[in-house]
């Protein structure tokens, strides 16, 4: 079966602090992966997206960026946090070529910026 | 622009009574989703409906889809305070494989 992994669950950094969240995902090969914000109550907001090894693919330019050195691994990066980078990001994927694109996701990271 | 708009936003009921949350989108889809999301963790997925579908259903829950009217509607039948968090529905887009969210309907469900 397959599972996906997101670390830290929760994260306090500093105002102008780097950032690099880290999600994996096991038992399935060539996922696309996704990286989503969600502001408190609010919705799902697509940040990136990633068809296979370092391919990116930006929805909202922002302080953040992405990378996928592996097949399975997919990083969310900042070099300077913004008090507005605070939220819940959310790791998941899809299977390639699937006919439902259902999204499975992992357990979150919450990030306070302070 | 927002693709999925659930409404209510919030939905508060009783024990044993049913909810019914609705989703409304503005482009053609090739199918919608429904997720949940207990609080503070991650979505799960709950069911998909494809656009030549009207109804279906899962256990104590009934989608329905009018493509129409550009909506659907996702019920819980029967509620229990487990059924407590916030519900999302997700269309996809001719063409796209990537799904997008609405901001979903927050329920309680009080014991």
């Known amino acids: 079966s397959q599972t996906i992994h997101q670390w830290p669950a929760t994260l306090v950094q500093p105002v102008g602090s780097p950032l690099s969240l880290e999600c994996t995902v096991e038992?399935?090969?060539?996922?696309?992966l996704y990286w989503y914000r969600q502001a408190a109550g609010r919705g799902l907001q697509l940040l990136f997206y990633s068809v296979g090894i370092g391919q990116i693919s930006s929805e909202v330019p922002q302080n953040l960026s992405a990378s996928r050195p592996q097949d399975r691994q997919f990083i969310l990066s900042s070099k300077k946090l913004l008090l507005s980078d605070s939220g819940f990001y959310l790791c998941?994927?899809?299977?390639?070529?699937?006919?439902?694109?259902?999204?499975?996701f992992g357990p979150g990271t919450r990030l306070t910026v302070l | 622009s927002q693709q999925g708009e659930e409404d209510p936003q919030a939905l508060s009921i009783q024990e044993g009574e049913n909810a019914t949350m609705n989703c409304s989108y503005k482009t053609s889809i090739n199918n919608l989703q429904w997720y949940r999301q207990n609080s503070g963790r991650g979505l799960v997925h709950l069911i998909l409906i494809r656009s030549n579908e009207r109804e279906k259903h899962s256990g104590r829950l009934r989608v329905t889809l009018d493509t129409s009217k550009k909506s659907s509607s996702l019920l819980i039948t029967a509620s229990r305070a487990a059924d407590t968090a916030s519900y999302f529905c997700a269309t996809l887009r001719g063409g796209s494989y990537i799904p997008t969210f609405g901001r979903g309907t927050s329920l309680i469900v009080h014991p």
């Open positions: 038992g399935t090969s060539n996922p696309n």
């Open positions: 998941a994927w899809s299977r390639i070529g699937g006919s439902t694109d259902t999204q499975y």
